[in-house]
């Protein structure tokens, strides 16, 4: 398993005592039956001489096991023990996750993590125990799965929606895992009433809604006091939570638009997230340390869009929260939808009420995002505080830190120097840090 480093003894114990706090960081294979579980299974506990540990799905099943319909490892909390490994292999996670192989492939993949694709394929097998197309391939099929066992799409919608190009090449791929046909794994189905994304514990959802009721913009979203709504291309999403799930219900959505659905809902709700790494680190700060403990759970905002994302803290600048949530309401209004990059990079903003200068620098944010510039940098009238923020939300980057925040650094009560010396040890997490300390100040 190259540099997994999985600890045997460590997976054993866990395994036996059916550890919640393992689930998903690693999974036990069974040689006799070659069927691969989460260590949560409630079936009765295998051997240890016939047992094998692997540090995800994708390693499990390129090994030869096929997921255990008890468990339904492919309901698990993503985040194995690899992840934080390879700065790179994390993020490629995430990019495959968020479809970069749906339309591209791992040359093109390899080049925005800056890296040959031969390079990534071994740091893939390394960390995760399996190529990248694996991991592709798994995660379709594990979504198929889900949409099996949790929506009464038909069968024909569950393959396009799950990415399969034709019905047949989708019953030969689930009769090959999972040695039953889709019409015989739906007979197995418990009732449900909506998609189950599962998120770790602790999970803070009313610090998630609070920052986006206070952010929603009437016409394209809907926040209450317990749910979510996101109206998104003809389709209406509706997101609840209960432990240890976000609940997904969906409405008027075409069956290709399905795995896009559930990809956006848990990059805007940080659903991979793994709080107890995060807080081990956070809480070796006295400062941090109390906040943590009063909201062990807390995430960051994502986004639905990330595009969407760098409008709305173009618009914020140096105004209110309210202000900011005003002129994107009449940016709405304007195109009818929030327009995409191509849409703004030369629109007539004058009659939104926004600045000349600003104006601009919404144009020149369009085109920065044409060109390829994910960063942002070098774009006028974008500074560091901007360009971290989005980092956070639209970048979904966990180490983004705006240290020159007013709010944080009367929060941590020191200059913005000192902030920065401070935020070192908080790495790779800074991002959950600037959260923590602005919920202290709200």
Known sequence: MGKVNLDPHLCQQARRAKD????????????????????VCPAPAPKEENVGYYPSAFAAEAAGFRPCLRCRPETAPGTGLWLGTSPTVARGLRLIEEGALDSGDVEQLATRL??????????FLEHAGATPVRVAQTQRLQFAKRL????????????YA?????????HAVVQATYGRSPGELRK?????????????????WESLLAFLRARAIPGLEEVDDAQYTRF???????VRYSAPHLLLQVEGAAPRQWLEIVRRTRRLFDAAADPAVINETLSADPVLAPLVAARPGLRVPGAWDPFEIGIRAILGQQISVAGARTLAGRLLASFRRMPTPEQLADADLSTIG????????????????????????????????????????????PDAFPAGDLVLRKAAGCTEKELTQRAEAWRPWRAYAALHLWRSQA
């Open 232 to 238: 998104w291309d003809g389709a209406t999403i509706k």
């Open 162 to 170: 799950s990415g399969f190009g034709s019905l047949r090449r989708f």
């Open 188 to 204: 197995l189905r418990a009732p449900s009433s909506a998609l189950r994304l599962p998120v770790r514990e602790p999970y803070d």
């Open 114 to 123: 800056g890296v040959t694709g031969r390079h990534l394929r071994r740091l």
């Open 20 to 39: 919640a706090r393992f689930d998903g960081k690693f999974f036990v294979a069974v040689r006799t039956t070659r069927i691969y579980c989460r260590p």
């Open 354 to 397: 926004l600045t000349t200068a600003r104006q601009e620098t919404l144009r020149a944010y369009a085109r920065a995002v044409l060109d390829g510039n994910e960063r942002l940098e070098g774009v006028r009238g974008i500074g560091p505080w901007t360009r971290d923020y989005y980092a956070m939300r639209a970048l979904a980057d």
């Open 148 to 159: 099996l066992d949790e929506t009464s799409l038909p069968l024909t919608e569950v393959a």
